[in-house]
């Protein structure tokens, strides 16, 4: 009886250890993203069209450490429940991760409109129609995270619908060909591809255009400059959300291609808590990439944190003290 003890004393620790972190990392992408969305409503100056969309990116970071997170622990401690409560459980965490790629999309044609047709842009590209375009991007991850719901799953172990519960497993209620083909391949690949072909055009149109010395002004150029900073800092947050998100993919892709390959629990674990750490980086690339965001931050820090007057902010004065004794310098 030891060999089986050992194994399940193993196990717990995987889980316990897949716990851990799953809170740590849910605790970073949820203050870490708030943070974000303080940032841009409190600096004006960030209040154009492509914050919008990483408004909207936040957000649904902020949900993946609020909700999904604490869902997928929930769902890996084998909570029972009714079979379509399982369902709507998973594909709640489809939508909000789907969310995500669709921000980052709306981003990357923001960016190609602005170098594109930077005479227009400020016509076509509205702060309204940005708005409507976040509104549509979490209207289509809803439609496509809820189509398991309207047939497309798996069919229930327990054959009662109506009141057999189940142990609330993703892979028991999900199929695998709606996660490979619909999600993965339709979802995640093609946006993907789409984003990586508007970030080469958008480097090759900079560069072409800072190239030209001769023709360009000074203003000219300081614009392509400024725009290829940004570009390089938003292209990053896609390579890392690539990085994050394809190894639990193509583990799913292995389990479906390749029934008889075993994919240890230990790889899985991995693979899902390195797709809910992507939410929780985006906002240090901002903070060390993008000028504004992190002068901001810091003067939020300053201000709110230590009460270190830092230039004017929208935070609240700090109180005054009680005695008149000169403060301790550090």
């Known amino acids: 009886m030891s060999p089986p003890s050992g194994k399940q004393l193993h196990h717990e620790h995987v889980d316990v250890a897949y716990i851990s972190i799953e809170t740590a990392i849910a605790l970073a992408s949820v203050l870490g ?81 602005r170098v594109k047709i930077p005479t227009r842009y400020g016509i076509i590209v509205t702060q309204r129609r940005a708005w409507v375009a976040v509104c549509a991007c979490w209207l289509l991850s809803t439609l496509t995270g809820v189509v398991p719901m309207f047939g497309w799953h798996n069919p229930d172990p327990s054959g009662n619908l109506s009141s057999g519960d189940i142990i609330c497993q993703f892979t028991t209620v999900m199929p695998m060909d709606y996660m490979v083909y619909f999600n993965f391949f339709g979802w995640v690949v093609v946006p993907l591809t789409i984003m990586i072909g508007l970030y080469a055009q958008i480097f090759y149109i900079i560069r072409r255009q800072l190239n030209r010395r001769a023709e360009a002004t000074c203003d000219t150029s300081k614009y392509y400059h400024k725009e290829l900073k940004l570009a390089k800092s938003l292209a990053l947050v896609v390579f890392l959300f690539a990085l994050c998100w394809l190894p639990l993919h193509i583990m799913n892709c292995i389990d479906y291609f390749c029934p008889e390959c075993t994919v240890p629990k230990s790889a899985t674990y991995v693979g899902i808590f390195m797709s809910h750490v992507n939410s929780a980086v985006n906002p240090l690339v901002y903070a060390f990439r993008i000028n504004r965001f992190r002068a901001t931050l810091v003067q939020i820090w300053r201000r709110c944190m230590f009460c270190h007057p830092a230039g004017p902010t929208p935070c609240q004065p700090c109180p005054p003290p009680l005695t008149k004794k000169a403060p301790v310098q550090l």
Not at 88 to 94: A, G, R, V
Request: charged fraction near 10%; charge should be positive; hydrophobic fraction near 65%.
């Open 33 to 113: 993203n708030v943070l974000v969305v303080l940032v841009v409503a409190l600096n004006r100056a960030l209040r154009d069209t492509t914050f919008c969309f990483i408004v909207s990116l936040a957000l649904a970071d902020i949900a993946v450490g609020a909700l999904v997170i604490p869902l997928a622990v929930v769902i890996s401690l084998g909570l029972r429940t009714q079979f379509f409560t399982c369902l709507f459980i998973s594909c709640l965490l489809l939508i909000i991760t789907q969310s995500s790629i669709l921000s980052l999309l709306a981003i990357a044609i923001d960016r190609y409109l």
